[in-house]
């Protein structure tokens, strides 16, 4: 009997982080507001995330005309 996975995981390839400038300036321009439900957060809230609005898979960049902010629930239904 084997217990746990006797197959180590595969790497995957980590993705690089959208630098600090770009988010701030994403998040500032959408003046902290999802961009789907339109609900306004607080700066202190946690609740926004940024999409993009073309996926990296289809060749979509991390550039400020391809983020937007979207509340997490919003994301949650934009990707399921």
């Known amino acids: ?12 390839k980590k993705s ?5 400038k770009i988010v701030k300036a994403v998040f500032a321009r959408d ?16 609740s926004l995330q940024l999409h993009h609005v073309k996926y990296k898979s289809q060749g979509g960049k991390e550039s400020m005309d391809n983020l937007i ?6 994301h949650f239904l ?3």
Not at 4 to 11: D, H, R
Not at 69 to 74: E, G, L, N, Q, R
């Open 31 to 46: 003046n902290y507001t999802c961009q789907k439900c339109f609900q306004q957060q607080q700066r202190e809230q946690h």
């Open 69 to 74: 902010t979207i509340c997490w629930s919003c």
């Open 16 to 20: 690089k982080a959208i630098p600090k």
């Open 1 to 12: 009997m084997t217990i746990g996975n006797p197959k180590p995981k595969k790497k995957t």
């Open 78 to 80: 934009e990707h399921n």
